[in-house]
């Protein structure tokens, strides 16, 4: 039966798939693609942890058998029959190993992934005690994946490779092309976006989140359409079930009619043409009607996004967040030389364009690890991130540094410091950097000049920009967290992501103030928040005097669009009416 599930839109574009379920669980499972020549090894890995626990079981039986009817009732040795039962039962083994085979999952992912399929079907079961014996099924699933646990395998998601297909709406589909897929999960982390970030997905829906959670972030910049805050959608989409992500409307349609998925095949073709059309833009310079030259840079996660942004147009990196090469690594935080070579990558990438590198910025929605979320505070936003957990660590801070200044010297670098709010902050970073240096020094090693920047992200900042400007060469406004701060909003709670408001008279004037001080002192100053790449605001940041954006590369085309069609002297004036207005939004449509 066909049926919608509504949330927020995230990534633009039309994605039509097979749903892929991430199942939760109380153990950290990772989820990764492996390759073809690990089948057997992972099919063995399964039987292993099975088998492991069928020997505890067996055990505990022997004791059990050994025992009295008063130390051992009648129930648990039923009980544990039933678990032996359970774990023995062909369909849980016989799917994992189809999952495995057929889709290439990993391991521990094929368990919970046939966990909820047999899950299912107990749900469905007429009989109580039937029905409960999915809770025996969940436990015992548990502890096989804690008996795997710390056994798996690096991530190396393919990029490239053949599903399965099947039942009759296949038909509708071109039968020479692979079946997209569509993952679907309660939450991912932007660690869990990154490992799947050449894989074979389609599109991505989770439960949770809001427009600039940095799971949303990072799916907007696989250029892919995504829903997020779609709650239950995890629950009420079955594995393999067809499945469209409009992610313009903010929309999750499953099990569609031929009809509708007909009518989603067309949308997706027209949205391939305007892409198409964009397209003709690349090499057209970014000045707009009145003869204002527009600077259009890019926001990566990883040194190979580089290309991305070179092929997207850009100019230069404007945000390059080092933090994802921080996530996911179980504690294990990268050295120097492994800092300084990704960081070179990124800079010989851009071919002489110049590269802007943000310290690492963790803590809140962006935890070191999956595994490791901060519940030991209430707000972690408002707590111990980004260039505080930096200072609160000098060593790991002054490795950062040293690997960032010795990059510099194989092109133009910038060096962006997130979160700042104190002098005494801005002191204490900057005495850092320049025993960064002398380290270098002490050391005989190379490095280059770099022109030191600060992110403008928290009302405090924005509201002190004299004393930013006589330390820094230039700013960066990160609207998302300014947004979140300025509005007292956690920007990846989907309860309140519709008070979540950059069109806020608040925010707006932050930001121009930001811009206008800049413009006074003669500094450089762009946005890098998601504002920037978003096409709805493009005018109003330009008459704000904004010369500077930095977005995802997917974004930039549609921005230069824009761009191409302003006249930024008539742009003024509205500018100032919309900032002065109670609800810059109305006249916003209005306009």
């Known amino acids: 039966m066909t049926f919608a599930i509504h949330g927020l839109a995230v990534a633009r574009g039309i994605a039509i798939g097979r749903a892929v379920l991430v199942a939760s669980s109380r153990v950290d499972v990772a989820h990764y693609f492996i390759e073809a020549s690990q ?59 189809r999952w495995i085979s057929d889709r290439l999952y990993n391991a521990e992912w094929a368990l919970t992934t046939q966990l909820e399929v047999i ?98 972030i990072v799916a907007r910049s696989l250029d892919i359409p995504a829903v997020v805050g779609a709650r239950l959608s995890s629950q009420l989409v079955r594995q393999d079930d067809w499945v469209i992500i409009d992610g313009d409307a903010g929309v999750v349609v499953v099990d569609p009619s031929p009809i509708i998925l007909a009518e989603y095949g067309f949308k997706q073709r027209q949205h391939e043409l305007d892409r198409g059309r964009l397209a003709r833009l690349l090499h057209t310079p970014a000045v707009t009607l009145d003869g204002q030259k ?58 002489g364009l110049p590269v802007t590198i943000r310290t690492v910025d963790v803590g809140a929605d962006k935890p070191l690890d999956s595994s490791l979320q901060d519940e030991a505070h209430l707000n972690p936003a408002l707590g111990l991130r980004a260039i505080r957990w930096s200072l609160a660590d000098p060593a790991m801070f002054l490795t950062q540094l040293r690997a960032i200044l010795r990059a510099a010297a194989h092109g133009q670098a910038n060096l962006l410091i997130p979160m700042l709010v104190h002098a005494s902050e801005i002191r204490h970073t900057m005495a ?34 004299k004393v930013f400007l006589k330390y820094f060469d230039f700013l960066s406004i990160g609207t998302n967290d300014l947004i979140q701060y300025t509005l007292a909003i956690d920007r990846a709670d989907e309860s309140v992501a519709h008070l979540y408001d950059p069109l806020h008279p608040a925010v707006l004037r932050l930001v121009a103030l930001t811009i206008a001080e800049c413009h006074a002192q ?31 590369p997917a974004q930039i085309l549609a921005v230069k669009q824009e761009v191409l069609r302003a006249d930024v ?23």
């Not at 190379?446 to 920009?465: H, S």
Request: proline residues 4%; glycine residues 8%.
């Open 294 to 351: 527009i600077e259009l840079l890019a926001n990566i996660e990883m040194p190979e996004d580089a290309l991305s942004a070179i092929k997207a147009g850009a100019v230069g990196v404007g945000l390059f967040r080092s933090e994802f090469l921080f996530m996911g690594r179980q504690g294990k935080l990268p050295n120097e030389e492994e800092q300084y070579q990704a960081y070179r990558r990124a800079i010989e990438g851009m071919q």
């Open 39 to 97: 089948v057997d090894a992972e099919i063995g890995r399964i039987r292993a942890g099975r088998n492991s626990v069928v020997d505890e079981i067996q055990r505990l039986q022997t004791s059990v058998a050994h025992m009295g009817s008063k130390e051992a009732p009648h129930e648990l040795s039923a009980l544990l029959d039933v678990h032996l039962m359970l774990l023995q039962d062909e369909e849980l083994i016989g799917g994992v190993t």
């Open 569 to 591: 002297a008539k742009l003024t004036g509205w500018a100032q009416q919309v900032m002065a207005d109670d609800e810059p939004g109305l006249r916003m449509v209005k306009h």
């Open 119 to 216: 899950g299912r079907q107990f749900d469905e079961m007429e009989d109580e005690y039937l029905r409960e014996r999915k809770a025996d099924l969940e436990q015992l699933v548990e502890k096989v994946l804690r008996v795997m646990k710390g056994m798996a395998s690096p991530v190396v998601p393919p990029t490239n490779r053949a599903v399965r297909k099947t039942s009759q709406q296949d038909l509708l589909l071109d039968d020479t092309v692979d079946v997209p897929l569509i993952l679907i999960a309660h939450d991912l982390s932007p660690a869990d976006m990154l490992q799947f970030k050449q894989s074979v997905f389609a599109g991505f829906i989770t439960d949770v989140g809001g427009k600039t959670s940095h799971t949303a």
């Open 522 to 552: 003669g500094k450089h100053v762009s946005v890098c928040g998601e504002m920037a790449g978003d096409t709805s605001l493009t005018r109003l940041l330009l008459g704000m005097g904004l010369r500077s954006f930095s977005m995802h």
């Open 432 to 465: 850092l950097i320049d025993r960064a240096r002398v380290e270098l020094d002490n050391r005989g090693v190379a490095y280059g000049p770099v022109k030191i920047g600060a992110m403008i992200e928290i009302p405090a900042a924005a509201l002190t920009l």
